[in-house]
């Protein structure tokens, strides 16, 4: 019952490092998230993805790309870590019913940029 | 763009009411989530509501009116485990399928004994 799995959990970089997030859902989601959550700021929207081939960008997607090459993930791509990229990750999966789009979230990766 | 604002802080005593409120300005409006989160955890579902009124679960209850950009989520007969930050966010659709959904910062809420 794995729901939405993120990987890594933690990680540190260093300024100008790349690295790359992964999240997995086994719930044949359609939609896909990836939300960052700063002290004060709440959770903000980086990127999102309504199926398997298409993205789009949210409210902070500058510095992210993103790819859904296959439905059940949905990859973030950092390409040169900055330190305002310090944060806590959080990938969400979703579908939509007559509650409306009801959105589950993985665990979190708490990523450190030095 | 969206405005979501909800109390950034608020203290209760356990075994009492609290009522956490939520005003928002948005465009393509498709519905409210209050959402909880633990701190160090991932925020989870408590309530949806698209239509005017009062929904009721248990403990909790959400209230929304569309017209005045208003909701607010009611925790009844707190208990400590119901120290934790409570998100608001507003489903927005922007056609094609597209639905976005848009957090407030959340409230930190503690319940003292």
């Known amino acids: 019952n794995a729901g939405v799995t993120q990987t890594p959990k933690f990680r540190v970089l260093k300024t100008g490092q790349s690295m790359t997030l992964l999240c997995a859902q086994d719930m044949n989601h359609e939609y896909m998230y990836w939300y960052r959550q700063d002290p004060g700021m709440g959770l903000r929207l980086i990127h999102y993805s309504v199926g398997e081939g298409t993205t789009a960008k949210g409210e902070v997607p500058d510095g992210y790309n993103v790819s859904r090459l296959k439905k059940q993930n949905f990859l973030l791509g950092l390409e040169s870590a900055a330190p305002s990229q310090t944060s806590v990750y959080f990938c969400a999966s979703s579908y939509r019913d007559r509650v409306g789009n009801t959105i589950y979230f993985g665990e979190g990766s708490w990523l450190t940029v030095v | 763009g969206q405005n979501i604002d909800q109390p950034t802080e608020m203290t209760a005593t356990e075994g009492a009411i609290v009522q956490i409120n939520c005003t928002y300005q948005?465009?393509?409006?498709?519905?409210l989530f209050w959402y909880q989160q633990h701190a160090g955890e991932a925020p989870t579902f408590l309530s949806y509501?698209?239509?005017?009124g009062l929904e009721e679960k248990g403990r909790f209850s959400s209230f929304l009116s569309r017209s005045k950009g208003y909701s607010y989520l009611l925790l009844k007969e707190l208990q400590m485990k119901d120290s934790a930050s409570y998100l608001c966010?507003?489903?927005?659709?922007?056609?094609?399928?597209?639905?976005?959904?848009?957090f407030g910062k959340g409230t930190k809420l503690s319940v003292i004994p």
């Open positions: 509501n698209v239509l005017d």
């Open positions: 948005t465009s393509g409006f498709n519905g």
């Open positions: 966010a507003v489903e927005t659709y922007s056609g094609a399928g597209s639905y976005q959904l848009t």
